[in-house]
T-cell receptor
Framework: RKEVEQDPGPFNVPEGATVAFNCTYSNSASQSFFWYRQDCRKEPKLLMSVYSSGNEDGRFTAQLNRASQYISLLIRDSKLSDSATYLCVVKGSGGFKTIFGAGTRLFVKA | SQTIHQWPATLVQPVGSPLSLECTVEGTSNPNLYWYRQAAGRGLQLLFYSVGIGQISSEVPQNLSASRPQDRQFILSSKKLLLSDSGFYLC?????????????FGSGTRLTVV
């Protein structure tokens, strides 16, 4: 089993749609969780951290379920500019062992 | 504010040639530094990380090496490149002080070994 697994992609959605990405992790001792966005041929950029109580940033909502070792990202009212690859990131205690998921590709179409 | 610089942006090198990629961070002290590689259409592979000057940990045995001659400088090297070394190389930093702090990546070097 991979340490971090994400939904296989690509996701093709129309503008205005709501789309959800899921991610599971295998190490129950994981401490910090993030979602990154990577545009084609660019570096990954931090989209948002994921907190135990869940958190929202505009159209983006992240959820963490420690019992199920599951993270999610919800994008509401999708825009064309949301097209990118979304990476789930899990960080262990001490900060050195950080695992990046392989990413889920999202295409938002007009 | 903190910034991370990585160069060159693109590089085409023949097989067997040496490699040196440089990364510097500004606006912070004692960062944790990382080198990642991303093959085309693949996820990120951690190559090296460093928690201080001269301290390097290798995650994957290969013909690459890393050095940290100064607190905010991280260098990736190879004496002889292989075709399989082609990829997108990313330097990243994170704070060594706070837990729960994400990584910030440099803009990357796209290496093609021919």
């Amino acid at each position: 089993r991979k340490e971090v697994e994400q939904d296989p992609g690509p996701f093709n959605v129309p503008e205005g749609a709501t789309v959800a990405f899921n991610c599971t992790y295998s190490n129950s001792a994981s401490q910090s969780f993030f979602w990154y966005r990577q545009d084609c041929r660019k570096e990954p950029k931090l989209l948002m951290s994921v907190y135990s109580s869940g958190n929202e940033d505009g159209r983006f909502t992240a959820q963490l379920n420690r019992a199920s070792q599951y993270i999610s990202l919800l994008i509401r009212d999708s825009k064309l500019s949301d097209s990118a690859t979304y990476l789930c990131v899990v960080k262990g205690s001490g900060g050195f062992k950080t695992i990046f998921g392989a990413g889920t590709r999202l295409f938002v179409k007009a | 504010s903190q910034t991370i610089h990585q160069w060159p942006a693109t590089l085409v090198q023949p097989v067997g040639s040496p490699l040196s990629l440089e990364c510097t961070v500004e606006g912070t002290s004692n960062p944790n530094l990382y080198w990642y590689r991303q093959a085309a259409g693949r996820g990120l592979q951690l190559l090296f990380y460093s928690v201080g000057i001269g301290q390097i940990s290798s995650e994957v045995p290969q013909n690459l090496s890393a050095s940290r001659p100064q607190d905010r400088q991280f260098i990736l090297s190879s004496k002889k490149l292989l075709l399989s070394d082609s990829g997108f190389y990313l330097c990243a930093w994170t704070t060594s002080i706070r837990e729960g702090y994400g990584y910030t990546f440099g803009s990357g070097t796209r290496l093609t070994v021919v």
